[in-house]
């Protein structure tokens, strides 16, 4: 069963129909269509998102078949008038809800009869809606025509301002489309049409469910590895496109492309939305992959009196995992970060993974990672943690992720200071040189709710050349329940912020409690804090100089550790305090631009002088 179907206009009260309760309503008793009737499927598509006619039965809707999905949930095909208007916001292709493999062939020439409805891939997530006819009745009336010509999307044609102001409700569904001014628009106008991109670049790698992302405007800000940057807020890419294809990838390969790569030639399919991507190009043809050859990076060599510190977001790793996902995880810290004195993990899972029976150890987990680091040729690196309570941090069910110290003995030493718990929050004790943590590893005010459903900053006192160095290892909550920048509703609500700033307020505050005692104090606060360098969270973790964010010191064009929708974009950080004046930082790109990834983070290592 899909998401959510609007069988009726937004006029009246939302009520929202399993889509096996809106066929059945429409569905086996519709008569097959023997002529056309008076609506084309510009007049059901209308200037706005929402169609005019939803809700309504339609008889005799005709089309020229343009693309057919057999798999998947969303089972139809697409059709579309070879006789458009001249109104440039009303589409002339709409997709055809079946519910089974269609029978239908691409160049049929059909009439359709169905309901109108706005299905939205994710109501409650402030998705768009798709404009479909469901229940159909279907006659083929001739077979073999040539397709409308695709309307090929480039930088002529793709408005350089996003989304268009909202109505008064906060929702852009009932706003008139201006396909020349607004990109979101613009996508919304060609809606189940043919669509086409030329000799396309790759900006985000094929995913396990064989798709990609391309950039059809290449005037959107690119990466230095080819990528285009997410940088604000105000200006989001205009140019991102999902790409999937109609075939399943049993009887046609789908490309497996990393970020940089180019899809050469022409790439041309039917123009859908769904809750994942947005705005997505079903391709009926792909263009040739041109490997670009992208190199995963290697960071430059420490100097002895160089003290290096890295963050790693490994993914969700538990002792129950394939050794080849330790190893491959390991070869990274070992090869391209290049063994740093201390790494900070997170998502170390418990030793039985998502099995959820209470257990909250990890020391299986960790051991078996830190074997997997000699054996790549790495150090025999020490560990500390403090497990969480039982289902207390988020994560996946069972999982109990955390964050761990690892580090180099030979290297750096750690302070350990008992009384560290689950819910016992580490204070700061002594002024000037003599300034100690409570407790060596501790957890920042545990009870706080700014905590709740989430990992607790993990802080550990360490040393190094006789210089005290204090390190917070963090996971801030992530992004779930956000509304797509891609919305319905815009600006969109970004829900999940208003705890980050939260948890930011509070690590500050702590951070502020060691300068405070020692104003000479070297901090380093590391991990995946789930907002970006512009966001109102690192705003609160950085005021007053506490902190900085040391991503901003790099060029523009490297600043991600992630990617997500086509957006490179930074989720990780690693910020010093102003007595660290000498930081050499680099992002090292292995994982998030590569179709085969050990994690879907980048990873970061810092070279300091304490």
Do not use: C
Request: hydrophobic share 40%; no cysteine; glycine share 10%.
């Amino acid at each position: 069963m899909r998401a959510a179907v609007l069988p009726a206009t937004l006029a009246v009260s939302l009520v929202l129909v399993p889509l096996s309760a809106a066929h059945a309503a429409g569905g086996a008793a519709t008569p097959a269509p023997t002529e056309a009737g008076p609506l084309r499927i510009h007049d059901l598509q209308g200037a706005t998102r929402v169609s005019p006619q939803a809700g309504k039965a339609v008889v005799g809707v005709p089309g020229i078949v343009t693309g057919v999905r057999g798999y998947g949930s969303s089972k139809g095909f697409w059709m579309q008038d070879p006789n458009p208007d001249a109104d440039p916001a009303t589409s002339e292709g709409v997709f055809v809800f079946t519910g089974a493999a269609p029978t239908v062939k691409v160049g049929d020439s059909v009439l359709v009869s169905g309901k109108v409805t706005e299905y939205y891939p994710s109501f409650a997530g402030g998705s768009q809606s798709v404009t479909e006819l469901t229940g159909p009745a279907v006659t083929v009336v001739s077979g073999g025509n040539p397709l409308p010509a695709p309307v090929v999307v480039d930088t002529r044609n793709i408005p350089g301002t996003y989304a268009p102001p909202a109505a008064a409700d906060g929702s852009i569904d009932s706003v008139a489309l201006n396909p020349e001014k607004y990109a979101l628009d613009f996508y919304e106008s060609l809606e189940g049409m043919l669509v086409q991109v030329k000799d396309a670049r790759v900006i985000q790698a094929t995913d396990k469910y064989n798709e990609l992302w391309v950039a059809a405007d290449r005037q959107d800000q690119r990466s230095k590895r080819g990528g285009v940057l997410y940088e604000s807020y105000r200006e989001p890419n205009v140019g991102r496109l999902m790409v999937q294809q109609q075939a399943p990838v049993s009887q046609q390969p789908f490309p497996v492309a990393n970020v940089g790569d180019v899809l050469t030639g022409t790439t041309t399919g039917p123009l859908d939305y769904n809750a994942f991507g947005g705005y997505t190009l079903v391709a009926g043809t792909v263009g040739a992959l041109q490997d670009n050859h992208l190199q995963r990076e290697v960071t430059a060599q420490a100097g002895e009196r160089e003290l290096t510190v890295a963050t790693y977001n490994v993914q969700n790793l538990a002792a129950t995992n394939p050794d080849a996902k330790f190893a491959e995880l390991a070869q990274g810290v070992v090869t391209n970060l290049r063994s740093p004195d201390i790494v900070a993990l997170e998502e170390i899972q418990d030793d039985n993974g998502s099995k959820n029976d209470g257990t909250v150890g990890a020391s299986r987990t960790v051991a078996k990672f830190v074997e997997a680091v000699k054996a790549a040729g790495g150090p025999a690196y020490d560990w500390r943690s403090v497990d969480p309570q039982d289902g207390k941090d988020g994560g996946e069910p069972g999982g109990n992720i955390r964050q761990v110290f690892l580090f180099n003995p030979q290297r750096v030493s750690f302070t350990d200071i008992p009384g560290g718990t689950a819910t016992t929050a580490v204070g700061v004790t002594g002024t000037g040189a003599s300034t100690a943590l409570t407790a060596s590893p501790g957890r920042i005010e545990p009870a706080d709710e700014a905590w709740t459903n989430s990992r607790k900053p993990l802080v550990g006192q360490f040393s190094f050349r006789g210089k005290k160095l204090f390190v917070i290892a963090n996971h801030f909550n992530s992004k779930g329940g956000d509304q797509g920048i891609d919305s319905r509703f815009q600006a969109p609500v970004r829900s999940s912020e208003v705890q980050r700033i939260t948890q930011a307020t509070v690590e500050q505050a702590f951070v502020a409690k060691l300068l405070a005692a020692d104003k000479e104090a070297k901090v380093v606060a590391v991990g995946d804090y789930n907002d970006y360098q512009f966001s109102p969270a690192l705003a609160a973790l950085t005021k007053d100089g506490a902190l900085r964010d040391l991503v901003n010191e790099l060029p523009e064009t490297e600043q991600y550790s992630y990617v997500y929708q086509g957006n490179s974009q930074v989720l990780d950080h690693i910020l010093v305090s102003p007595e660290l004046g000498y930081a050499k930082y680099d992002v090292v790109h292995i994982n998030a631009e590569f179709a085969q990834q050990a994690s879907d983070h980048d990873p970061q290592v810092v070279r300091l002088k304490p």
